[in-house]
């Protein structure tokens, strides 16, 4: 069965979610019982490529190194109504995951009770909050697809649910876990004095702009740079977005959106040590491999404050274009979340 999300369950879902702030906070998180077979993976939402694609690796006949132990079981299917490609695409999404021999229940609810852990793989964010939060009340990890949500507000949201319900949240693009990135992050060119990113930002005129697909490049940025962006400017054409950040410590970050000519996902970092290139992008493996490893553990390898960073910076992004390139403050963005949450 396939749904259409609600679009007020999800806005009434902010204030439920919000309400939790601080609650249980010191708890540690639950970790993963003892299970006789494979530990049961459920996902929610089925209109990306990223469903069958993650399903393909867990499920896989020859066991993927990293992931044993963990299937695909069930899932639940429903599709934004306002995007029409969503809707096109999901039934095929579908039938792909029913030839792996994943379930598919006609509530999430339904979802929850027949699984250990979750995915959410909608690929528009504003239902993430509400898809998220039954499996948070029932206290298990949940991974969310990127973006992990449509605002930072409700990114907020979710990571005050999963301290309230002692569930944690893990959201990433795959392009953080790119080789070249990693090798970055991990010292390769010693410390980083800055970076270009880029990546394709196609726009969808249900969502804020870069949250559609900027999100890659941006997520890219911030894994070589880490957090601490400052403040950002953007300029905005037809075929391109070019957002510089400034990090708190003076050093420049840029991502490069792209909407004309080839695909492609990369940039370059200069460092103490020399300067690299990221690229390319060779699939979704590395990431299965962290959510299988954040599954085993419950602790997200991405930090809380550094996810949110990565909205609010998208955000000061779209708030930059509103204002015509002036550049808007990350702080700025905190705020507004927060008046809005309340």
Known sequence: MTHLYDRRKFLQTITIAGAGAGLAAALPFRALASFAGPVRIGIIGCDTSHAVAFAKTFNSATPVPGVEGFKVTAAFAEASPDIENNIKRLPG????????????????????????VVMVESNDGRPH????????KAGKKVFIDKPLAASLAEGMAIFDAAR??????????????????????????GKVFG??????????KTHPDIFWYGIHGVETLFTVMGP????????????????????TDGRIGTFRGNRAGKSEYGGTV???????????????????????????????????????????????????????????????MYKRAKKRRK
């Open 93 to 116: 999404f579908v039938e792909e995951l029913k030839k792996l021999g994943v379930e598919m229940t006609d509530s999430i609810d339904a979802l929850v009770a027949k699984v250990d």
């Open 129 to 136: 909050l509400r898809q998220a939060l039954p499996a948070l």
């Open 164 to 189: 309230q319900y002692n569930a944690p949240v893990f959201s990433a693009s795959s392009l953080r876990y790119m080789e070249s990135a990693q090798a970055v992050a991990g010292g390769s060119v």
């Open 195 to 204: 970076a270009d990113a880029f990546s394709p930002c196609h726009l969808e």
């Open 228 to 247: 601490g962006c400052k403040s950002v400017t953007r300029t905005h054409t037809e075929t391109t977005e070019v957002i510089v950040g400034t990090w």
């Open 270 to 332: 200069y460092g103490e040590k020399g300067v690299a290139k990221l690229g390319p992008f060779n699939g979704y493996v590395p990431l299965v491999v962290q959510i299988a490893e954040f599954f085993r553990t419950g602790k997200p390898p991405v930090q809380e404050s550094e996810t949110l960073e990565i909205l609010a910076f998208m955000e000061a992004a779209d708030e930059s274009k509103r204002k015509n390139g002036a550049p808007v403050t990350l702080e700025a």
